[in-house]
T-cell receptor
Framework: AQSVTQLGSHVSVSEGALVLLRCNYS??????LFWYVQYPNQGLQLLLK??????LVKGINGFEAEFKKSETSFHLTKPSAHMSDAAEYFC????????????FGTGTRLKVLA | DGGITQSPKYLFRKEGQNVTLSCEQN?????MYWYRQDPGQGLRLIYY???????QKGDIAEGYSVSREKKESFPLTVTSAQKNPTAFYLC????????FGEGSRLTVL
């Protein structure tokens, strides 16, 4: 069975500071991993995805994530936070066999302080 | 532009009433999904459909029903049997990753 754990339901950073949002997964098969962002009362937008190619994945808006198999982690980072980054972020896992199942974490709400 | 359209954006319903949420897509994707989102619980899968005229229950299907008569459309009915229907509902399609609509917020009065 697959699962996703996001550590920290709320994270606050100062504008210009490093953003680090944590995601650990559990999967018995090679995983596909995703980060999505959600702004209030909107749908989810894909930030980046890992599909077994390069372990360091670059996404939109300056975000990137590194797949670490030994740590079963896929943490999301951005070197310098911007006010517009304030949103909720979701990590999700699927499996490489192409089944329908996408498991989402419970989300991390990012607050950016001026 | 290609995309996923959910309607209505906001919906209020009295207890005991069925309501139907619309989801239309012009991305030509075969697979479509319905998720429910509650604060602090992430997204939970209600139903999904891999192809026209076929759909399967997800993790929380009780009190919901769907149909998939056309590739473009995957409506969700929230029935009176759903004990706690107030939530944000998201429709998605799949091609490699999930693509989401803007969501529908249902409030039961």
């Amino acid at each position: 069975a697959q699962s996703v754990t996001q550590l920290g339901s709320h994270v606050s950073v100062s504008e210009g500071a490093l953003v680090l949002l944590r995601c650990n997964y559990s999967s018995s098969v090679p995983p596909y991993l995703f980060w999505y962002v959600q702004y209030p009362n909107q749908g989810l937008q894909l930030l980046l995805k890992y599909t077994s190619a390069a372990t360091l994945v670059k996404g939109i808006n300056g975000f990137e994530a590194e797949f670490k198999k030994s740590e079963t982690s896929f943490h999301l980072t951005k070197p310098s936070a911007h006010m517009s980054d304030a949103a909720e972020y979701f990590c999700a896992v699927s499996d490489a066999s192409g089944t329908y199942k996408y498991i989402f974490g419970t989300g991390t709400r990012l607050k950016v302080l001026a | 532009d290609g995309g996923i359209t959910q309607s209505p954006k906001y919906l209020f319903r009295k207890e005991g009433q069925n309501v139907t949420l619309s989801c239309e897509q012009n991305l030509n994707h075969d697979a479509m999904y319905w998720y429910r989102q509650d604060p602090g619980q992430g997204l939970r899968l209600i139903y999904y459909s891999q192809i026209v005229n076929d759909f399967q229950k997800g993790d929380i299907a009780e009190g919901y029903s769907v149909s998939r008569e056309k590739k473009e459309s995957f409506p969700l009915t929230v029935t009176s049997a759903q004990k706690n229907p107030t939530a944000f509902y998201l429709c998605a399609t799949r091609k490699g990753e999930l693509f989401f609509g803007e969501g529908s917020r249902l409030t039961v009065l």
